[in-house]
Nanobody, 114 residues
């Protein structure tokens, strides 16, 4: 069973930056596509970004050019660098392994507000 621990969230003003981290254990991390999703209050969880074992990345259109997903296989950690944050980026951010779709961490809260 995969264990995921997200961190790095917080309160930031519009235009600011945050770097989220997700420590992963229980799986051969380097073998799996990893992703970030988010859930805004009153809305369904939405996919944000993913990084394949090869390092190839994909993003939802709303974050392209502002967010960067990356992975460190030596540390079993996936990151999400978020720049030029907007109020609509507010939500709880979760990471997940594409090979374990039913396993989620506790998430980390990101609030973008002035």
């Amino acid at each position: 069973q995969v264990h995921l621990v997200e961190s790095g969230g917080g309160l930031v003003q519009p235009g600011g930056s945050l770097r989220l981290s997700c420590a992963v254990s229980g799986i051969i991390f380097s073998s799996y596509t990893m992703g970030w999703s988010r859930q805004a209050p009153g809305k369904q969880r939405e996919w944000v970004a993913r990084v394949f074992p090869s390092g190839t990345t994909n993003y939802v259109d709303a974050v392209k050019g502002r967010f960067t997903i990356s992975r460190d296989n030596a540390k079993n950690t996936v990151y999400l660098q978020m720049n030029s944050l907007k109020p609509e980026d507010t939500g709880v951010y979760y990471c997940n392994s594409y090979g374990h779709p039913n396993d989620w961490g506790q998430g980390t809260q990101v609030t973008v507000s002035s």
